[in-house]
């Protein structure tokens, strides 16, 4: 469950309303949405989560408040202390042994660091950080999709590319870039797009909704089916 000092730390993103769902990321970068009861309890896809990260009694877990409802999870071994990495093709890495594959848990003081500590980066709360957008025969001609332009400009898009993560709504990520077109004043996503496509069989006059999840070097997107 959520400690209820830490949900004081959301207030301001939830707005009044009770904390539904967060989303949870390993560093293999894939993500999943899991329900929450109550207002503190992890439900549905919790088990999914444990399940496909191989977690046992004693497992030691750190959430890492990332941004909005985004939530890095990093995963300590209770015997060795040893962090799990999660390689890019998900699987498990056992080997604690060399400097590069080990990061230590070397005492308890790095669980107890206040979750603002760990922000990289927060998305804008409200419908700033929201856009939908209607697929026409055109990005799929181009291979690319405009986003729109209030939801570059309030979210520091303009004038600037980058390389970032577009999570569907089965959980899985899909690197894509994040282009500015200076003429139109306007962002959009390409190289990378054309796969998101063909995997989620969009077609022409589909209704896509975005949500930024993360800002930073590498934003992240949560795309909403049709």
Not at 158 to 165: H, I, L, V
Request: with cysteine; hydrophobic share 35%; aromatic share 12%.
């Amino acid at each position: 469950s959520i400690p209820v000092s830490f949900l004081r730390h959301l207030e301001e993103e939830l707005q009044g309303e009770p904390l539904k769902s967060v989303v949870l990321m390993t560093d293999s970068q894939r993500h999943w949405d899991v329900k929450i009861e109550g207002g503190r309890y992890f439900k549905d896809g919790w088990q999914e989560f444990c399940l496909y990260n191989q977690l046992g009694m004693g497992d030691f877990l750190v959430f890492i408040h990332q941004s909005q409802l985004l939530f890095q999870v990093e995963v300590f071994d209770p015997t060795t202390a040893c962090q799990r990495l999660y390689s890019p093709t998900f699987h498990r890495h056992h080997n604690c042994k060399g400097l590069e594959k080990r990061k230590v848990l070397k005492n308890k003081s790095t669980s107890k660091r206040k979750p603002l500590d760990f922000v990289v980066g927060l998305a804008a709360a409200g419908e700033t950080s929201r856009c939908h957008v209607t697929l026409t025969s055109y990005c799929f001609k181009m291979k690319f999709i405009y986003l729109p332009m209030r939801f570059s400009r309030t979210n520091g898009f303009e004038n600037r590319n980058y390389n970032m993560t577009l999570v569907d709504v089965d959980g899985m990520s899909w690197k894509v870039r994040l282009s500015f077109n200076r003429n139109r004043r306007q962002c959009y996503i390409r190289r990378g797009w054309s796969y998101f496509q063909v995997a989620n069989n969009l077609n022409p006059g589909d209704i896509l909704s975005f949500q930024l999840l993360k800002i930073g070097k590498r934003p992240i997107l949560k795309c909403y089916g049709k």
